[in-house]
């Protein structure tokens, strides 16, 4: 298993940007991802690029 963390001690440096669209390429391309947002701001879970 890899683990890819997406870490930046500055506030909007595109963390979860990145985070939710290399997820969306990783499912696109069939393999099983698991995207885990352990921000308490849950912004990866609204995010409409993780769905489907
Ligand atoms: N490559 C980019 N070019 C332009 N704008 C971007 C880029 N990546 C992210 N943004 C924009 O910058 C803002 C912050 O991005 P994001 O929410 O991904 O950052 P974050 O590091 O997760 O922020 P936070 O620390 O608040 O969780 C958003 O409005 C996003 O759309
Ligand atoms: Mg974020």
Redesign the pocket.
Known sequence: MKVIPLL?Q???????????HLTRDFQLEGRFILLVDS?P?E?AHDRATVRG
């Open positions: 930046n500055r506030d909007d440096s595109g963390k979860t940007t990145v985070a939710t921000d701001q912004d």
